[in-house]
C-alpha cells in the first residue's frame, strides 16, 4: 500500500495540485525558453522564468503513445507493454494517476489520450477519439461521445478550466492532465492565427538540405522529407477549400476540411487561395519548391503553437484569479520532439537530437527556485515517480524513472544517472527502421538492429549529427564504453 511520506513543501501544508499541460509534437527548437530562433513562447517562457526547465529531458521511445504510456508508468515500452502506436494500453496496470487517487486526489485527464483502451485512474476524463480532430473536434468521456464547435487547443483549455472551476471536489488536491492536439500533423492553425508570419521568412534550420554523407543507409531509406515526402494536398493547403461548396471532392477525400463549417471553410479559402496562387504562378523546382514548403510547413506549425501559447496564459491566468497558483506545481511538456526541417525532415521517431528532446518547464512557486535551471539527463520515466514525491507519495522501487523533484527544487544529486536507454519498435512508419541506443552527455550511440548499422556521435564536436564516428579509431575507447553501457542498461530495465 502507498505510505505518506512527511510532506514539507515551503508553500504551506496542504499537498499541491498538479497542472500537466502536455502538447503533441513540440519540439524545444520551438520554445523561447529553450532558445528558439523562430517564434515567441511568452506563456511558456513564464513558467521557466518563475520555475525551472529541465535542459535535457528525453523521451525512451519518440512517438506519441508509446512517450504516453511512459509517462503514464514510470516504465519503458517494452514493461508497460505500448511499444508502437495502435497498440492497447493495459488500463489495468499500475499508473501514476491511479496511485495519486488512491492517495486522496482528484485526478482528471482532457483533450489527446491516443491510447486506444479507455482511461482509467481518473475521476474525470473527456478525451479526444484517435488522434482528434483541430476544428470542431469530437470527445469521448465515460458519458459518450459529443462534438464541440471551435478550435481544438480552445476547446481542450474551456474543459480543463470548467473542471477545475465547477465541476471537481474541491476538498481534495487534484491532478489535471491537459493535453493537446496540437502541434500534430496536419498543422491547422485558428482562425485568427492564418495569416500570422504572412510576409515574413523564417530562419531555415542550418540541415535542411542534408544529403546523408557520413551515416548509414538508415537514414537515407526514410519517408519523412520535407521535399520528397510532405503533401502538397492535405499537409501544405494547396487543396484549400472552396467556399461555395459544403463539401467539395478533394475535401471529402482527405478529409483536410470536412470538419469546417462555412464560415471558418470561407476564412480558409481567403487566407490560403491567394497564396496559393501566387505558389502556382511561381512555378518552383528543387531546392527553391524543399524552402518554400520549408516556409509553409514551419508558418502553420508555429500558428498552431501560437494557440498553445496562448491557452497555456489562459491556465496560468486562471490559477491566479482562483488563488490556486501558490500551491500548484504547473509543467508544459510535449510527448516528444519533432523534426522542424533539420535533415530535411518532418516527423519524429529517431533517436537524433530533435526529436529526442522533450520539453519541460515547471513552475511551484517556494520550492522550486525561480529562473533555475537542471543539466542532469532526466527522460519520460522521472515523470511518474516525480509526480508522486510532490504528491507526498512514495514513489514504487520497480518504476524505471527516479523521482526529480530534488533537481527541480535545485537540490544537486550526485549520484544521477548519466545515460539513458532508447528503443524505437515500429516498422516502417515514415521509413524509420527500429533503433535501440544511448545518450550520456557527450556521446550518443544507435544501433539499428534489423540492418545492423551502428552510428555514434560526439554531441560536442558535431551537435547536429553529421558525421557518425563509429569505427573511427579515434573513439574506439567511448564507443566501447557505450556499447557496455548499452547492455547494462538493457540488463538495467530487463529488456530481451
Ligand atoms: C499520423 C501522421 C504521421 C505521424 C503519426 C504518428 N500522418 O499517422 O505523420 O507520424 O500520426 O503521430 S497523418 O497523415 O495522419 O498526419 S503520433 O504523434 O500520433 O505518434
Ligand atoms: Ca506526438
Redesign the pocket.
Known sequence: MLTLIAFEAAAGSSRPNIVFIFS??HAVNAIGAYGSRINQTPNIDRIAREGTILLNNMCGNS???PSRATVLTGLHSHANGFKK?GDEFNGAQRTFPKLLQQGGYETAVIGKW?LTSEPTGFDHWDVSTG?GSYYNPTFISSEGRHRIFGYTTDIVTDLSIRWMQEERDSEKPFLLMCQFKAP???WMPNIKYLNQYDGEQIPEPATLLDNFEGRTSSIRKNSMMIGRHMRLMGDLQLDHPNPNNAYDVKSRKTDTYSRLSPEQRRQWYMAFAPKNAAFYEANLEGEDLVRWKYQRYIKNYLRCITSVDENVGRILDYLDWAGLAENTLVIYSS?QGFYLGEHGFF??RWMYEESLRMPFVARWPGVIPAGSKVSEITQNIDFAPTFLEVAGLTPPDDMHGRSALGLLRGESAPDWRDSIYYHYYEEG??GVARHEGVRTDRYKLIHFYDVDEWEFYDLEQDPNEMMSRYGDPQYAAPIEALRAELDSLKSTYGVD
Do not use: T, V, Y
Open positions: 503533441d509534437d512517438i506519441c503513445g502506436n491516443h488522434q500534430h500533423r496536419n510527448d516527423d519524429k512508419g515514415h
